[in-house]
């Protein structure tokens, strides 16, 4: 069992930074492949970023490549994303997941889940 604890977001300016941080219970967080996900008001879930092992087998979605950065300590049991040069269609509700798919797109495929925390991005 993994509990997992969003934090970071709030509102910026378009072209600012914010970081994010997902806190994980348990003592097998090392063990998960850890994931970013977002929902904009009004849309399904997104895929954002994925990472396996600390700078080992990260991924990102098309919209935030060369912008965001997900890293992850093992020994803090967090993992983090750092959001560079945001835009207004960045805005959304974005959450933490772990699961066992390295690489993993689908929000399906992730077995736990944070509760969110809201980035809204004014233009």
């Known amino acids: 069992q993994v509990q997992l604890v969003e934090s970071g977001g709030g509102l910026v300016q378009a072209g600012g930074s914010l970081r994010l941080s997902c806190a994980a219970s348990?003592?097998?967080?090392?063990?998960?492949?850890m994931g970013w996900f977002r929902q904009p008001p009004g849309k399904e879930r997104e895929f954002v970023a994925t990472i396996s092992r600390p700078s080992v087998g990260m991924y990102y979605a098309d919209s935030v490549k060369g912008r965001f950065t997900c890293s992850r300590d093992n020994a803090k049991n967090t993992v983090y994303l750092q959001m560079n040069s945001l835009k207004p269609e960045d805005t959304a509700v974005y959450y933490c997941?772990?699961?066992?798919?390295?690489?993993?797109?689908?929000?399906?495929?992730?077995?736990?889940w944070g509760q969110g925390t809201q980035v809204t991005v004014s233009s």
């Open positions: 997941a772990a699961g066992r798919m390295v690489g993993s797109r689908y929000p399906h495929e992730y077995s736990y």
């Open positions: 348990g003592r097998t967080f090392s063990s998960y492949v």
